[in-house]
């Protein structure tokens, strides 16, 4: 069995220093914030080339509040991509803005700035780009629009932590910088989490109250706030594998260039790193016009695979009020209909990527010998 993701095998790496973390956390009894909230803050911040960190407890959460912290609201709206996880665009709604989309670049899965431009309205006041899979959106023309139109960009870097544009680091080239900790991210805690990074002291200020009851000072509420801290557990655990988090991020880019090499031979669409970008391969997406078919035969074979995402959100049910039809975003679409991500952790083996690749090329070659067998027998004789 070859797991999507590994988490046991993380934790067995690490299991002494988080043990002894979390220990620390019931010996002191910071339950929620706390002084490993507020260390994590501080390194995690600079790991990413900002001042400021504020820990939140999801990044749907660090969403909403870098929105709210930024001043939007009803009768605004907010642009970004229809290929990205639901919470991006629901962390927009609960803002009472309108999420407004383009679509995305087929090559990077990420916003495509040509198409930002168009999008723009009276009522727009933010864009949040989204590093999908690991990958930076192409930043320079998507800050220099917003520049010129004076918006506000969040960077979703939810999938992209120490992901790298031009040698700076996801969350720090917009005005906030969202990152979900959600066990299965690049950087997971064991439990929820979320951070939103800053180079700005007043929108520090405004989510630090914002997601501990509007508070400035106990029972002083001056915002009306939310609930959203983060748990001290979580704090004390980040702290532990972040320091790990450079070399697990190595090992993601070196699974991937193996698949990158092996899957070659077949000639299976793979994941298109740019340069001058550091991609960290929170996800790893084939694509395939088969996608069914592979999933259904690589399960069969012990590979698990996830497809991220179905159905992009201008279509899904829940945002059907925004009227959206069918070929509105077609690259999103497309991209819908065929990704599918293969087995990709820290831990993976060189063996188990080899394992998958084979699975995968043999699919690719059994796929186009039935597409030339059917192409043959509809294909009248001429002799
Ligand atoms: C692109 C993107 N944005 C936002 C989120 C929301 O993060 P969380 O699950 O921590 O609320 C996720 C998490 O899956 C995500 O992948």
Redesign the pocket.
Known sequence: MIPFVDLKAQYRSIKQEVNAAIQGVLDSCQFTLGSEVAAFEDEFAGYCGVRHGIGVN????A?HLALLAANIGARDEVITVPF??V??VAAIYYTGAKPMFVDIDPQTFTMDPAGLEAAITSRTKAIIP?H?YGQTADMDPILAIARRHGLVVIE?A??AHGAEYKGRRAGSMGDLGCF???PGKNLGAYG???MVVTDNLDFTRSVRMLRDWGAEKKYQHVLKGYNFRLDGIQGAVLRVKLRHLEAWTEARRSAAAVYDKLLAESGVPTPRAIPHRRHVYHLYAIRTGHRSEWQHSLQSQGIETGIHYPIPVHLLPAYSDLGYSAGDFPHSEHAANEVLSLPMFSEITRSQCEEVSSAVNRLSRQTSYSAVREHMARTPCSY
């Open positions: 999801t990044g749907t959460s969403l990205t996880f919470a991006t989204v999908l979703d939810a999938q979900s900790f959600y929820e989490g979320g």
